[in-house]
């Protein structure tokens, strides 16, 4: 099984020496593609209060200018690359005489991934960030992990990448961060479950009428949590959780079936995980994802960060209950793209993608995109999309074929 959180070393790729990540304690130097985003500039709120710890090496964004050359500039970046090639006369004329270089275009996404560096903040949102993310593992460095969506849609492809290039695989996310703690040390043979907790959403308890013809405003206004406009849809749907579910299947040493979801709506408790001798361990912090972060760049060493100290005395209660599918069809999707294996967790993740963004633009109604996700991957199933992919190639291929698939139900 190659799903254990690993290192290895290999000298075909890039760097083949453990960088100082490798042999254990916080980063150094630091590259954080998609830096404007929420948790990208978590990430620059951490190590921007101690900067004599930290060099940043790159930054990167879709094309928000503006926003990335200011970052560069507080942080001292040395190259800073926007996605979309529009944006770049600006970004240049913003970083003019600061010494800090100016890239632009999917090439320089993978420069700036490629730049030697401890450890590469892999959080550009969704499928976008899968070429990226594979360029950062291939420098055999510690990649920190909050796109969720590379390794849904090229899980085993990814992860063989990180073995093949000795880079560590750190999670961001903060139920894989509660499991990659609670997990620490653990023998595969001795977990028997592991639970991710889910907040419920802003919809948790909602008539299913209500939930189908709810507003962009309202999916986007979580009650715990402040992250991207995708998550927090994908929070709102629970695809969230079915996504997070088939991380963690890739992440951690357990067959599906010992993976589960509980709603804990206060988000204190992050995962928990059930050893065979009853042990049931949990990892608790308040919901702020610079917790997650400092883990993922401290580890095994620790780092301070800023959040709120949990006053459990003051929280009083922790409640659970089960998610309800019925009223969230996408953890049923989900949870079915992941038995089903093969490509179709990538079919599931490019037709969720394309349908958050109809929702978004009022193409659709919120009850429209599990719908669209269950049509895509109905259809996807006779024209051989589902077969298992070998490649970084192979997983892009599928995300366009799915993608152009979605859009042709969501037209027709
Ligand atoms: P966000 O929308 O706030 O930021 C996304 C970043 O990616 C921005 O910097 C944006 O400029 C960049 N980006 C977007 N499209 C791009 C493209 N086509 N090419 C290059 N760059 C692009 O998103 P976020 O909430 O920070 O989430 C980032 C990732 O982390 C997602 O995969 C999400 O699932 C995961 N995640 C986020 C949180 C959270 O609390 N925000 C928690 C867990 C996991
Ligand atoms: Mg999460």
């Known amino acids: 099984m190659n799903r254990m959180i690993s290192m290895t070393v290999d ?17 150094k130097r630091l590259s ?37 050359a200011e970052l560069a500039i507080r942080h001292r970046a040395r190259f800073a690359a926007v996605c979309d090639e529009a944006a770049f006369p600006e970004l ?5 005489g600061t010494g800090i270089r100016a890239g632009a275009g999917p090439a320089a996404m993978i420069e700036a991934a490629s730049l030697p560096a401890d450890c590469v903040v892999a959080a550009i949102v969704g499928a976008a960030g899968l070429a990226p993310t594979f360029a950062a593992a291939r420098q055999g460095c510690r990649v920190a992990l909050a796109n969720k969506e590379c390794l849904v849609s090229a ?11 000795g880079s560590e695989l750190v999670p961001v996310d903060s139920e894989h961060s509660a499991a990659f703690q609670v997990l620490a040390g653990a023998d595969a043979g001795s977990i028997e479950k592991i639970t991710l907790t889910a907040s419920g959403g802003p919809f948790r308890t909602w008539s299913p009428a209500r939930i ?8 986007l206004c979580h009650p715990n949590w402040s992250m991207g406009a995708k998550i927090t849809i994908d929070s709102a749907t629970l695809m969230n959780k079915g996504l997070e579910l ?31 001798d009853g042990s049931l361990l949990a990892q608790l912090a308040a919901p702020d994802m610079r917790t997650p972060i400092a883990v993922a760049l401290a580890w095994p060493a620790r780092m301070e960060a800023p959040v709120e100290r949990l006053d459990l005395a003051k929280v009083g209660t922790l409640t659970f209950e089960p998610p309800d599918e019925a009223r969230f069809p996408c953890l049923t999707l989900a949870k079915g793209a992941l038995q089903r294996g093969g490509s179709a967790p990538a079919v599931l993740n490019a037709a969720n993608e394309v349908a958050v963004a109809a929702f978004l633009a009022g193409r659709i109604p919120f009850g429209g995109i599990a719908n669209l996700v269950e049509k895509t991957l109905a259809a996807a199933e006779p024209r051989e ?13 599928v ?3 799915a993608r152009r698939l979605a859009e042709r139900l969501l037209q027709a």
């Open 11 to 27: 000298t075909n790729c890039a760097r083949p020496t453990a960088s100082p990540a490798l042999r254990g304690g916080c980063v």
């Open 32 to 68: 954080v593609l998609g830096a404007t985003g929420s948790i990208g500039t978590s990430t620059l709120d951490l190590i921007g209060r101690d900067p004599d710890a930290f060099e940043v090496v790159a930054l990167t964004a879709a094309r928000s200018a503006a926003k990335l």
């Open 92 to 96: 240049s004329e913003r970083l003019a």
């Open 155 to 165: 899980g085993s492809v990814f992860l063989a990448e990180i073995a093949r290039c």
């Open 212 to 219: 189908a013809a709810a507003t962009a405003e309202q999916a």
């Open 246 to 276: 088939i991380e963690a299947y890739h992440l951690f040493p357990v067959e599906a079936r010992q993976l589960d979801a509980v709603v804990h709506p206060q988000s204190i408790i992050h995962c928990l995980v059930q050893y065979k």
């Open 385 to 397: 999309l589902f077969l298992t992919p070998v490649s970084l190639d192979d997983v892009l291929s």
């Open 399 to 401: 995300d366009r074929e």
